[in-house]
């Protein structure tokens, strides 16, 4: 029954519906009068037409319509309602559908498409699919490697290939026929550039399982790649630099330490000939080598003279030092900003390619802690020096002279080379002192120690022993030698005496000369017992000469 004009309320069936409809409704006359509406309608109303004059154009309405869905409160919080308009004569059905699963379910439609896109993006460079033929039929808006997607629309993926890894697109992964996990394969940039891809696809198949082409994600890998092979390297100089510091620290012997030390430089470079140098008083002094090849001539002064003249503040640059078959570099030590020695290393020209800025960046740490070695080695040579020289004539003293003639005595049995022991003693000395003082008395031991210094070779061994006592070990050396080095000894003393005049009795001196016999097995203690029993009897013989002492007993 049609709904009367005017606001006249019916007995209508619509007023039964709006009563007892599941969902909102509500019942409108013309004028925009609500003649009837349950709970959810007048909710519904309030949502559309909050006013009379709102209801009014809504009631005005002649033709059927579905409006965009609304929110409206429910026990559960909130439900999403489809209205929907249908006119009548005299008025106006609203009625409300519930679309809250349709909503939700849309919803979390469209937010798994935006997450899945979200993922992609950060997952990959781009996205891709490619047909049947394995040319690009889909890419990412974005697009890739430098090029826009429709540049890549319709290529095959081949043309992006470099060369090295024709062998690998061979395999087609992007014409994948099973699943591609993270395949590595160099393709070129738009710009020309090489870029290491990883490449992740699944096969497309049509309904009667036909592969149809591939879809998958590229994801440019190249920054990452540099830098893992940057850590990597970065902890590989650290492994090696943790190696020398322990060899520096747990080495005892400094020339050990030292050939140690070239030998891990070279194998971490890549060298055949590792060198180190130490700067002393004197020329630079070939320390240490590792290799089997001849050091070729290198300009440590001119070398040294760079380094003076270089900004101490700037990063010091290892100097090449090639040769027409060796590639090579160069840099000195240093501790406290003073240079105390140099290193270097060579490898074939063939070898390898020119030294990468990471291999000067190995060498820099390397010579630090060489610089430091050597700083170390200099101290102990000082403390060594002090703790086995005498202060005054810089010659053995007499605890390390024992020591070392010990050693060369063990030596000499099993080789079975002799030598000399002679034992001085200084004439007349005391005079001197008293009349000239200790400094004049100090300059005569001086004198002597010198002569005994320039007639020792390598091998010998001369000693102050105390006071005005002298030592020489003249290895492999006769009676005939020892008696010509005594001579001369003898001429250095009168030489002092002459020039100083008024000392009365005169200076000189006393030699014992006692010659060591391998087959004797005679000890240190009476092979010096020996020689110093010659040198008293050549006191007691007039002075200022020498004596032979017996030989020893044969064990």
Same mark, same amino acid.
């Given at each position: 029954?049609?709904?009367p004009n005017g606001?006249?309320?019916p007995a209508?069936?619509?007023?039964?519906l709006?009563?007892?409809?599941?969902?909102? +409704?509500?019942l409108l006359?013309?004028?925009?009068r609500?003649?009837?509406?349950n709970?959810?309608?007048e909710?519904?109303?309030a949502?559309l037409?909050?006013?009379e004059?709102?209801?009014?154009e809504?009631?005005?309405?002649?033709t059927? +319509?579905?409006?965009?869905?609304?929110?409206?409160?429910?026990p559960?919080?909130?439900?999403?309602?489809?209205?929907?308009?249908?006119?009548?004569?005299g008025?106006?059905?609203?009625?409300?559908?519930?679309v809250?699963?349709?909503? /939700?379910? &849309?919803?979390?439609?469209?937010?798994?498409?935006?997450?899945?896109?979200?993922?992609v993006?950060?997952s990959?460079?781009f996205?891709?699919?490619?047909?049947?033929t394995?040319?690009?039929?889909?890419?990412s808006?974005?697009?890739?490697?430098?090029y826009p997607a429709?540049?890549?629309?319709?290529?095959?993926?081949?043309?992006?290939?470099?060369?090295?890894?024709?062998?690998?697109?061979?395999e087609?992964?992007?014409?994948a026929?099973e699943?591609v996990?993270?395949?590595?394969?160099?393709?070129r940039?738009? $710009?020309?550039?090489?870029? &290491?891809?990883?490449?992740?696809a699944?096969?497309?198949h $049509?309904?009667?399982?036909?592969?149809i082409g591939a879809?998958?994600?590229?994801r440019d890998?190249?920054?990452?790649d540099a830098?893992?092979?940057?850590?990597?390297?970065?902890r590989?100089h650290?492994?090696?630099?943790?190696y020398?510091?322990?060899t520096?620290?747990?080495?005892?012997?400094?020339?050990?330490?030292?050939?140690?030390?070239a030998?891990?430089?070279a194998?971490?470079?890549?060298?055949?000939?590792g +060198?180190?140098?130490?700067?002393?008083n004197g020329?630079?002094?070939?320390?240490?080598?590792?290799?089997?090849?001849?050091?070729p001539?290198?300009?440590?002064?001119?070398l040294l003279?760079?380094?003076?003249?270089a900004d101490?503040?700037?990063v010091e640059t290892?100097q090449?030092? $090639?040769?027409?078959?060796?590639?090579?570099?160069?840099?000195?030590?240093?501790? /406290?900003?003073a240079?105390n020695?140099?290193?270097a290393?060579?490898?074939?020209? $063939?070898q390898?390619?020119s030294?990468?800025?990471?291999?000067?960046?190995l060498?820099?740490e390397?010579?630090?802690h060489?610089g430091?070695?050597l700083?170390?080695?200099?101290?102990?040579?000082?403390?060594a020096?002090?703790a086995?020289?005498?202060a005054?004539?810089g010659?053995l003293?007499?605890?390390?002279?024992?020591?070392?003639?010990e050693r060369?005595?063990?030596?000499a049995r099993r080789t079975g080379r002799g030598?000399?022991l002679l034992?001085?003693?200084?004439d007349?000395?005391?005079?001197?002192?008293d009349?000239?003082?200790?400094?004049?008395?100090?300059?005569v031991?001086?004198q002597?120690?010198?002569?005994?210094?320039?007639?020792?070779?390598?091998?010998?061994?001369?000693?102050?022993?105390?006071?005005?006592?002298?030592?020489?070990?003249?290895a492999?050396?006769d009676e005939a030698g020892?008696?010509a080095?005594?001579?001369?000894l003898?001429a250095?003393?009168?030489?002092?005496?002459?020039a100083?005049?008024g000392?009365?009795?005169?200076?000189?001196?006393?030699?014992?000369?006692a010659?060591?016999?391998?087959t004797?097995?005679e000890?240190?203690?009476g092979?010096?017992?020996?020689?110093?029993?010659a040198m008293? &009897?050549a006191?007691?013989?007039?002075?200022?000469?020498?004596?032979?002492?017996?030989?020893a007993?044969?064990?």
């Open positions: 029954m049609a709904i606001d006249a309320q209508s069936p619509y007023a039964d709006a009563t007892h409809w599941p969902g909102p +409704c509500a006359a013309a004028t925009g609500v003649f009837a509406a709970a959810g309608g909710a519904l109303l949502v037409a909050p006013d004059a709102d209801r009014a809504l009631a005005a309405r002649k059927a +319509c579905t409006l965009e869905p609304v929110i409206l409160p429910s559960s919080g909130s439900s999403t309602v489809e209205p929907s308009l249908i006119p009548i004569a008025g106006l059905l609203l009625i409300g559908r519930d809250t699963l349709q909503a /939700r379910i &849309r919803s979390a439609l469209i937010e798994s498409r935006q997450r899945f896109k979200d993922l993006d950060i990959s460079d996205s891709w699919e490619t047909d049947a394995g040319r690009f039929v889909f890419v808006p974005q697009g890739g490697l430098g429709v540049a890549l629309l319709g290529r095959d993926p081949a043309t992006l290939a470099i060369e090295e890894d024709e062998a690998l697109l061979s087609q992964p992007f014409a026929r699943r996990e993270a395949r590595q394969m160099w393709m940039r738009a $710009d020309g550039a090489a870029a &290491r891809v990883a490449i992740s699944l096969p497309l $049509d309904s009667g399982g036909e592969i879809r998958g994600l590229c890998i190249t920054a990452a830098q893992e092979a940057a850590l990597l390297e970065a590989h650290e492994r090696l630099l943790a020398i510091a322990r520096i620290r747990e080495e005892v012997e400094p020339g050990a330490m030292l050939n140690k030390a030998s891990t430089l194998h971490a470079l890549g060298a055949e000939l +060198c180190i140098w130490r700067f002393e020329p630079p002094r070939l320390v240490a080598q590792s290799g089997t090849l001849a050091v001539a290198i300009d440590l002064p001119g003279q760079g380094w003076a003249k101490r503040n700037a290892p090449a030092c $090639d040769t027409e078959s060796l590639s090579g570099l160069a840099l000195v030590t240093s501790y /406290r900003r240079a020695g140099a290193v290393i060579w490898r074939r020209h $063939d390898a390619p030294w990468s800025k990471s291999d000067h960046a060498m820099r390397i010579a630090g060489l430091i070695a700083a170390q080695i200099s101290q102990h040579d000082a403390l020096a002090l086995n020289t005498d005054l004539t010659l003293n007499r605890r390390s002279f024992t020591a070392d003639l060369w005595l063990q030596h030598g000399t034992y001085l003693d200084l007349n000395f005391k005079p001197i002192n009349r000239f003082g200790h400094e004049r008395g100090d300059a031991l001086v002597v120690a010198d002569r005994l210094r320039r007639g020792s070779r390598a091998g010998d061994l001369a000693a102050r022993l105390g006071g005005d006592e002298f030592a020489l070990w003249a492999e050396t020892a008696l080095k005594a001579q001369g003898i250095t003393v009168r030489e002092c005496a002459g100083l005049s000392v009365e009795p005169p200076l000189g001196i006393s030699i014992g000369i010659c060591y016999r391998p004797s097995a000890a240190f203690d092979l010096l017992a020996r020689a110093d029993e008293y &009897r006191k007691r013989a007039g002075k200022n000469r020498c004596e032979l002492a017996p030989p007993r044969v064990a």
